[in-house]
């Protein structure tokens, strides 16, 4: 009867929002979420920085600037400093959440047929924005030191994969890999993005989130060094993941042809986001919260993190591959001989959740692969959880 | 150096957000603004909405069901009862502003090219959404009774607009013309949308600020009563000019079918709109607040509306032309003879502002309208303001 746009006539969501229906079923335990543990939510201090907000209602309620509340983005811009990154305020701009991010940046630079290149496997909604942007994706392998930097360089070098206009990569803590980009890689995929005059898009929510190994600078502050490179990069950042996905705040960082095109579209997209939860988060920030809160947040992911590590070690031996991450949410498996599509259909039977690793791939999908998340569920359902996913494998190896 | 999208290789953005620079000048009263009267929002009831949402403090830090918070989305049904409308859940969708339901609705709807009619003058940030979507805008002009349906019907039957896959309209005080469209031409739209199969965009911010004069249906209202005329209408809802703009809490309502495709754009939009401010408005409308809170800033926009008319009547007599409007924020003015961005000029000098009519128009603009808002000037600056447009108009025709 409606005669939809071409990405629109299929009804195909996100397939980790698909698992949604699944949460509410009782006893269930989700290590399919990308979210942070509702229980580690900060929330004394939230609501004291709402109490503070709040001292200027009209700000809350008002219309704000389409860019960002000030406040905030010389929150963000203090942020981004201790992240290595100076920032102008021409180069900034808030979001509704960093998917809008990459959302505005997408309808600013990316005709139908435009190719992007995008680390495999990927996070599903990257995956989904640029299939309804009808961008052309070209998929490079990542290892355990993420992006696999030699195959793109030989990629370029060929034409095989056309002239790509950008390049998405979540290099520390990757979803769903775990995996992070080593200093090296950084560098030369600056270096490409330079000769080959690309946009490298860095998303990068988990960044803070390390438990071990050695702090790996942001792709965006390594760019400083690298002549040309600083207006190559394109940086998302969110507190989505170090306080409250609920704020819906998150920022894009890009030089400034780049943001006010984006500021243009936030004007048709959604005007503004929310200033109370922006105000929320500039007082949370400008009080130095962040930096309590975040050790604890980090020691609670580690405990769980090791937890199922441990627990899929002690339970799964054999039948499962992984890498222990150093930080993030999440843990990355592959069970040899099975498809992880059939083992959730065992492990929703058993009470337990993931997302199969199809989702995260656009082409070539490693179906024996799929993403564990430590992050949602309590310390106290994790062993259990491990138990569930075991009978599951046993079930789906029968 | 960055290769953008075609409706994003110009800078230009919204008129309106143009004049935001000199509403920091210091005397400055402001006639510009779409925005409602921040002394007039209801602060404490949404400060004990706001608390009460917060007794559940992990759905307001949480991410949120993308098409909304279900008791929001009950509340917002409720609402549209109370407005004549049964809606199904899967009719309804939230959406962060109304602004976003129009962006989310074009993506799915509309291809570079697809005919889109609007009536004229027009809400300024849907002629952006329009071109930043590449629609062919047709523009049909209004009266005093709103968008002239008869003129529609000549355009369609002559097929002077070829096959227009949807109308936008602000039925009811529209902005910027103030103009109510009468029941009779409502019933007749709906009746042109069946038969040549496009969609009405009822766009409904303004509808409960009511002065004076008597009430008309909700065209979607109307739908209900015509054969196949309830999915030709997507009727868009925001608490923007009736509560606060900075909840950001818009609705749309639709046939499922367009419903679901929204929800999908959204989920890579900006996954959810904020939960925090949801639950505020859905506590607030639970509470019966917006009753008690309509009248009170019904009652305070219409004595300021009289008065504005009442000094432009005695402070501009024979110099401008406008109708009394019976409801919404604005004024739409005719000063003959003078071009209003040239008249803007000496306004700004004089300390007021306005909006060109030129804002308003996609072609053929009548240079010599003008928007006046008397939402947002405190009572006290009303007749100031009137004077100082006096002063700027002698000014203009010297």
Redesign the interface.
Known sequence: ??????P?RE????PI?EL?KYLGEPGMISLAGG?PS?DL?D?ER??QS?AAA?RE??????????DGLPELKHEVMRLMQQRGVDVAADQLML???S??G??LLL?????PGDGVLVEQPAYP?TL??LR?QQARIVTVPVDADGLDVERLTAMLESGECGKP?LLYTVPTFANPTGATLSRERRVALIELAVKYGF?IVEDDPYGDLRFTGEHVPAVRALAGQIDGGV?RVVYFGSL?KIV?????VGWTVA?P??V??C???K???????????QAIAADYLAQGFLAVHLPRIIAAYRRKCDLLCDELDAQLAGRLQFQRPHGGMFVWVRVEGVDSSELLTHAIAQKVLFVPGRAFYADQADASSLRLSFAGPGIEEIGEAASRLARACKLATL
Chains 1, 2 share one sequence.
Not at 11 to 14: E, K, N, Q
Not at 267 to 272: E, K
């Open positions: 009867m409606f005669e939809f746009t071409a629109f009804t195909s969501g996100s929002r949604f979210y509702s939510f929330v939230l609501q709402a709040w209602p009209a700000r809350c309620l008002q219309y704000a600037p389409t979001t509704t959440g998917q809008q990459l959302d309808r600013v630079l990316i005709n909604a989904q924005a309804k206009k946009l207006e989505s409250a996905p609920g704020l819906r030089h042809d780049i006010r095109r500021v243009i579209a004007q048709t997209a959604d005007l503004c986001s929310a200033p109370y939860t």
